[in-house]
């Protein structure tokens, strides 16, 4: 089959793999706005350009005879290059440009779940001046301040935690009034956040296994917001603070997400409906969609998936979901990313840095290329998130204790990772906080 990968971050290089593993009988074609070291090692043609550019991207597939497209990213599926694939006869994994309004809007996000679906949402408020911005904080209390368009996981700030006062937060509300002219305001919610992804076919869902992303940039959930700094899952596809009801919420949240945004669209969604949620003592509840994979928990879930992928991805592109052959290896995962020091602020972007794939192989890892790119005296960093290690074995903490020892090794002076994410004490934290604050609720 011949195959057409949009993107060219760790999430893409972690989808090629998983499309790559039977490259006799497949070939791979890639169009990123930048080349990756690792997809280029598997790509027969690469083509840069703008994710905008949904003509370019439509002519470089048709040109290549492409059956199948998997679109990585955010940005092409608002532009909507689904649907200008799917004119053109290619088979395409990623909803239409009217579906992905789910992630590029977060107004219409919560007006959909408020007309529709009729659960799991916290209060919130589209504001469009500072008066209403103060009446709905002192309504509501603590705020998350949420910008209205794509942030890149890093434009949302919480009260509480990066900012404490009214006054701070109507400032923020007013640099984003100045920047677009309206804000989403969000009670703050108190609880663990997962990831619940699913494969998604005209009405059908495959829930992948639950996983936790970490979106500080430095240990303790301290410093700004990141695209997220590392993921772990667990063997049995759940997280240990979570109970069968808020999976099974969050599972149904899913699917009456999906029969909304068809009847609203009048389209069968085809791709992957990320729910981002968080467990709280009053239940589940949506901090946000993305209607791609999740980066970083796309690592952990194409390193975990042991179907065939292009036949499987294929037929969910025709409609037809198979959700028994959507397997995944009955084992834990860890990935930890590694960043510029000065991520998520800028500085030291162009730094030249080396890393021995042998030796990360050799110890059971696997090396996952993202923000940086190859040139002859080394790989050079781009200023986002360079590349990830993943692993998987019985639990995180396991495998994360293993994989510091490794990075001690070999991580270069100019970059840094959290050394946390999987620790099994900070694991143990988040079971008892969940257990306190459901206790406190009964009281």
Same mark, same amino acid.
């Given at each position: 089959?011949?195959?057409? *990968?949009?993107?060219?971050?760790?999430? $893409?290089?972690?989808?090629? @793999?998983?499309?790559?593993?039977?490259?006799? =009988?497949?070939?791979?074609?890639?169009?990123?706005?930048?080349? %990756?070291?690792?997809?280029?090692?598997?790509?027969?043609?690469? /083509?840069?350009?703008?994710?905008?550019?949904?003509?370019?991207? $439509?002519?470089?597939?048709?040109? %290549?005879?492409?059956?199948?497209?998997?679109?990585?990213?955010?940005?092409?599926?608002?532009?909507?290059?689904?649907?200008?694939?799917?004119?053109?006869?290619?088979?395409?994994?990623?909803?239409?440009?009217?579906?992905?309004?789910?992630?590029?809007?977060?107004?219409?996000?919560?007006?959909?779940?408020?007309?529709?679906?009729?659960?799991?949402?916290?209060?919130?408020?589209?504001?469009?001046?500072?008066?209403?911005? =103060?009446?709905?904080?002192?309504?509501?209390?603590?705020?998350?301040?949420?910008?209205?368009?794509?942030?890149?996981?890093?434009?949302?700030?919480?009260?509480?935690?990066?900012?404490?006062?009214?006054?701070?937060?109507?400032?923020?509300?007013?640099?984003?009034?100045?920047?677009?002219?309206?804000?989403?305001?969000?009670?703050?919610?108190? &609880?663990?956040?997962?990831?619940?992804?699913?494969?998604?076919?005209?009405?059908?869902?495959?829930?992948?296994?639950?996983?936790?992303?970490? @979106?500080?940039?430095?240990?303790?959930? =301290?410093?700004?917001?990141?695209?997220?700094?590392?993921?772990?899952?667990?063997? #049995?596809?759940?997280?240990?603070?979570?109970?069968?009801?808020?999976?099974?919420?969050? #599972?149904?949240?899913? !699917?009456?997400?999906?029969?909304?945004?068809?009847?609203?669209?009048?389209?069968?969604?085809?791709?992957?409906?990320?729910?981002?949620?968080?467990?709280?003592? !009053?239940?589940?509840?949506?901090?946000?969609?993305?209607?791609?994979?999740?980066?970083? $928990?796309?690592?952990?879930?194409?390193?975990?998936?042991?179907?065939?992928?292009?036949?499987?991805?294929? %037929?969910?592109? #025709? &409609?037809?979901?198979?959700? #028994?052959?959507?397997?995944?290896?009955?084992?834990?995962?860890?990935?930890?990313?590694?960043?510029?020091?000065?991520?998520?602020?800028?500085?030291?972007?162009?730094? *030249?840095?080396?890393?021995?794939?042998?030796?990360?192989?050799?110890?059971?890892?696997?090396?996952?290329?993202?923000?940086?790119?190859?040139?002859?005296?080394?790989?050079?960093?781009?200023?986002?998130?360079?590349?990830?290690?993943?692993?998987?074995?019985?639990?995180?903490?396991?495998?994360?204790?293993?994989?510091?020892? /490794?990075?001690?090794?070999?991580?270069?002076?100019? *970059?840094?990772?959290?050394?946390?994410? &999987?620790?099994?004490?900070?694991?143990?934290?988040?079971? %008892?906080?969940? @257990?306190?604050?459901?206790?406190?609720?009964?009281?």
């Amino acid at each position: 089959m011949r195959i057409g *990968l949009i993107g060219s971050g760790g999430r $893409e290089h972690a989808i090629a @793999k998983a499309l790559c593993r039977y490259p006799s =009988r497949d070939s791979l074609f890639v169009y990123g706005s930048h080349q %990756n070291p690792g997809i280029q090692k598997m790509a027969v043609l690469s /083509l840069i350009g703008d994710m905008r550019d949904i003509h370019g991207i $439509e002519d470089f597939f048709t040109t %290549n005879r492409v059956e199948l497209v998997v679109v990585g990213p955010e940005v092409p599926l608002i532009a909507g290059v689904s649907d200008s694939l799917r004119h053109s006869g290619i088979k395409v994994v990623g909803p239409s440009k009217t579906q992905a309004r789910l992630e590029g809007d977060k107004v219409f996000m919560r007006d959909l779940l408020r007309r529709r679906v009729k659960r799991g949402s916290p209060r919130w408020k589209e504001v469009k001046d500072i008066t209403s911005a =103060r009446e709905f904080i002192n309504e509501v209390g603590q705020v998350a301040v949420k910008p209205i368009g794509l942030t890149g996981g890093k434009g949302v700030s919480v009260m509480g935690v990066h900012f404490q006062t009214m006054e701070d937060a109507l400032q923020r509300v007013q640099s984003a009034l100045d920047e677009d002219g309206v804000v989403l305001l969000e009670e703050r919610l108190i &609880g663990e956040e997962f990831s619940r992804i699913a494969f998604v076919s005209d009405g059908k869902l495959s829930a992948m296994p639950v996983a936790q992303d970490f @979106k500080y940039a430095f240990d303790g959930d =301290r410093g700004g917001m990141t695209g997220g700094m590392g993921a772990y899952t667990m063997t #049995d596809g759940s997280l240990p603070f979570l109970t069968k009801a808020d999976l099974q919420e969050a #599972d149904t949240i899913l !699917q009456l997400t999906v029969k909304a945004i068809e009847q609203e669209s009048h389209e069968n969604y085809r791709g992957f409906l990320y729910g981002q949620f968080i467990a709280t003592a !009053q239940g589940v509840r949506v901090i946000e969609f993305n209607v791609r994979l999740g980066d970083p $928990e796309a690592i952990n879930l194409m390193t975990l998936f042991r179907a065939d992928a292009p036949l499987f991805l294929a %037929n969910l592109a #025709d &409609g037809s979901l198979d959700e #028994d052959a959507a397997a995944f290896l009955p084992k834990a995962s860890l990935s930890k990313y590694v960043v510029p020091a000065a991520y998520p602020q800028s500085g030291n972007e162009h730094v *030249l840095v080396d890393f021995d794939e042998d030796e990360i192989s050799r110890e059971g890892f696997s090396l996952i290329f993202a923000s940086l790119v190859e040139k002859p005296q080394g790989f050079e960093t781009l200023g986002s998130r360079a590349l990830a290690i993943v692993g998987v074995g019985d639990d995180p903490g396991s495998i994360s204790t293993k994989m510091e020892a /490794l990075l001690d090794r070999i991580e270069p002076a100019t *970059l840094r990772h959290r050394k946390d994410i &999987g620790d099994a004490r900070l694991l143990d934290a988040k079971i %008892n906080k969940m @257990k306190s604050l459901r206790s406190e609720a009964r009281k």
